[in-house]
Each structure stands twice: as C-alpha cells, then as structure tokens.
C-alpha cells in the first residue's frame, strides 16, 4: 500500500512538473509573439450578420500558418494549413483563396506544436471532443490543434455565399449544405478555446477539415478513425482586431447568443 501511494505521489509529481514546464514555456513563447491566438471579429458579429471582410487573408497569414474562419459575403469556410488559405466553398469544391479575398471572421496563429495526443478508436465527433477536452493538461488557456491521418468518416458543412441585407448566420446555417467522406486521408485544423471567451470566439472546439488530396472539407460536424495522432500548441496570449465597419458599429452585441451558436456549430 505504501508502495503504491509512493508511486502515485511520484507519478503526480512528474505531471505536475510538465504542465509546469509547458506552461512556462508557452508564457515566454507567447511574451515573444510567437504564441499568441489572433482573431479577426467576434462570433456573436458573425452570428448577427456582420460579414463584409474585415482583413485580407494576405494579412491574416502573416499573424499565423494555421487557422480557419470564413470570407467575405460569408463565402465558404476557411482552412489555413502550412500558411496556405484554402476555401471550401458551398458547392462542395475547394481552392486556393485569391490574393484579393478578405475574411469578417478568422482565427490563425504560428503553430509550433508543444505535445501529441494518440486517439484510439473514436466513434463520433463527441467521443473526440470528450477525449481531448479531458487531455487537456489547462483548460483555461486556447490550444491549436493539428492532425494528420485517415478517416473511416467525416461529415462537414459549409456556407453560401450571401447578399445584403444579411441574415443571421442561424437562418444561413439552417440550409447549409453537407457533405459526408468516407475511408479517406485528410487533416484537421482549429481551435480549443476557454469557457470566458464566450461572446468573442467559439468557446470549446472548432475544428476545420480538408481531404489530402484538397478537394473537399469545411466545418467538422462528425468523424470516426481508428487511431490519430494529434498536435497541439498551448497558446497563451490572444489578440482581437474589430471592424471599422458600420454594420458592426450597430450590431447589438449585448444579447446573449449562445443559442444561436449552439445550433450553427452542432
């Protein structure tokens, strides 16, 4: 018995001391910029229509290498993998965002991944979320998340393009289009974000996803796999840049729209 308390003492010791180190580490990283989660908006001004593009993507790639988001006029969803912006577009087909292309809402930052976690066998997008969520060594700060692998499923969504006047994203969201992979390689990309930043991101997880051969993907909804290995970058500091713009001058940012929210990413 003594043996055994010893050896969890020893065992909890040792966890303690890494949480510790990577957080002290990612403190200092963060001090230098290089950890820091950079967001364009808020998502209850995406929730209330704000979609004119706030930032060109060119300048949102020089925040970060990883990342997603969406684009002006709410066309598509984003992806930023390796410091590529990819769109995933409504009609299920994928390409390189152009030069030109401008996003209202967006989060990227410098990935340099801090820890892996191996996944067994996952069932669902629940059973992910449930997994890492109780990896997570603090919950309190963001993570960004990284994998690479295969899939036996994957079911995504993303959005059409809009016209003014705009509609809230949960009258958008309720004809968006899906679409289902299966058995097919690919990579995940988002976010990890505190329970405090509701109102301004996504509390929680947002993971984006994209096929290996860069055909398809958007907004993660459900997947399955047999075993994956995953990237995470603790990530300390965030950054928000607000539009100038007058729509989200007058946008009512005062209700509460967790519910909203809720219905969009599930």
Not at 104 to 119: I, K, N, R, S
Not at 172 to 177: L, T
């Amino acid at each position: 018995m003594k043996r055994t308390r010893l050896l969890l003492k020893i065992i909890l010791g040792v966890v303690l001391y890494a949480l510790a180190v990577l957080t002290t580490a990612a403190a200092v990283k963060a001090e230098q910029g290089t950890d820091t989660l950079f967001q364009v908006s808020t998502i209850d001004a995406l929730l209330d229509g704000v979609y004119d593009g706030a930032m060109p993507v060119t300048q949102l790639t020089a925040k970060g290498n990883a990342g997603l988001g969406t684009f002006h006029a709410l066309d598509g969803e984003m992806a930023v993998i390796d410091g590529i912006v990819y769109q995933v577009r409504a009609d299920g087909s994928v390409r390189v965002a152009q030069p030109e292309a401008s996003t209202p809402f967006a989060a990227v930052t410098p990935f340099e991944a801090d820890f892996e976690l191996t996944l067994g066998n996952v069932a669902s997008m629940r059973e992910l979320t449930s997994a890492l969520e109780s990896l997570l060594p603090n919950p309190n700060i963001f993570y960004a998340i990284r994998a690479t692998g295969r899939f036996s499923k994957v079911k995504t969504r993303s959005v059409p393009r809009q016209e003014k006047p705009y509609p809230p994203l949960k009258v958008v969201a309720a004809n968006q289009p899906v679409f289902h992979f299966a058995d097919v390689p690919g990579d995940i990309v988002g976010f990890w974000s505190p329970a405090f930043v509701k109102g301004v991101g996504v509390p929680g997880f947002h993971l984006h996803f994209l096929n290996a051969e860069r055909t398809g993907g958007g907004h993660m909804l459900d997947c399955s796999f047999e075993n994956l290995t995953l990237t995470l970058d603790a990530t300390p500091a965030f950054t928000v840049v607000l539009p100038q713009s007058e729509d989200f001058a007058t946008t009512d940012l005062a209700r509460d729209r967790a519910e909203d929210l809720h219905k969009v990413e599930k």
